[in-house]
């Protein structure tokens, strides 16, 4: 079928009428397609049955078998009146739903560039709970440097007393004072 508003002529030589139509044999072939309910048919082209219910053709310019003829099959007034109302009922359908789909269309980009700053603040607090971690970390590295530096001078500190102690010990037994010695070693 062709497209509405579309012209179309067929030739002698082109593709014949529509299957509901009978040519004349030596008539010209010439089919002009208008709109699907408003034909004009020219030769005599002869409908043997109709192509609408309610449609009906107009009368017909007569002429001899090798002249032109001239149908012109019109719809029903009250078919296009309803078709225009059906029509009307689907545009305001269609522009319902449109309002509608674009509504949800917009409370659904809002939805996203809400989630979207949402995101945006969550990624730039976990960048700085992140950069505190690594602060927290290396400081906690450097205290735990710093201790075991601490535990290794203390350490020492405890040998070089221990040392010192050892030494005081054993001159103060080769000087025969013992009883002091004894003193000092029962107190550890």
Not at 40 to 46: E, N, R, S, V
Not at 104 to 128: D, F, G, H, K, Q
Not at 131 to 150: H, K, N, P, Y
Not at 151 to 156: P, R
Request: net charge positive; with cysteine; aromatic share 4%.
């Amino acid at each position: 079928m062709r497209s509405p508003g579309m012209w179309h002529c067929c030739a002698r030589t082109s593709t014949p009428p529509p299957p509901d139509w009978f040519v004349e044999p030596g008539r010209l072939r010439v089919f002009i397609h208008i709109h699907r309910s408003l034909c004009f048919a020219i030769p005599a082209y002869i409908r043997t049955k109709e192509r609408h219910p309610r449609s009906r053709p107009t009368p017909s310019l007569k002429a001899p078998k090798n002249k032109l003829e001239l149908y012109i099959v019109v719809p029903d007034i009250a078919m296009m009146t309803r078709k225009v109302a059906v029509d009307a009922r689907e545009a305001e359908e269609m522009r319902r739903r449109n309002a509608e789909l674009e509504r949800a269309v917009a409370e659904a980009a809002a939805r996203e560039e809400r989630l979207r700053r949402e995101l945006e603040a969550a990624l730039a607090r976990l960048a700085v709970a992140e950069e505190g971690e690594e602060r927290l970390c290396v400081q906690l590295g450097e205290l735990e440097a710093e201790a075991v530096v601490q535990a290794v001078e203390y350490q020492e500190h405890v040998r070089a007393l221990s040392e010192r102690l050892a030494f005081a010990d054993g001159v103060l037994r080769t000087s025969g004072i013992r009883g002091v010695a004894a003193g000092v070693g029962g107190r550890d």
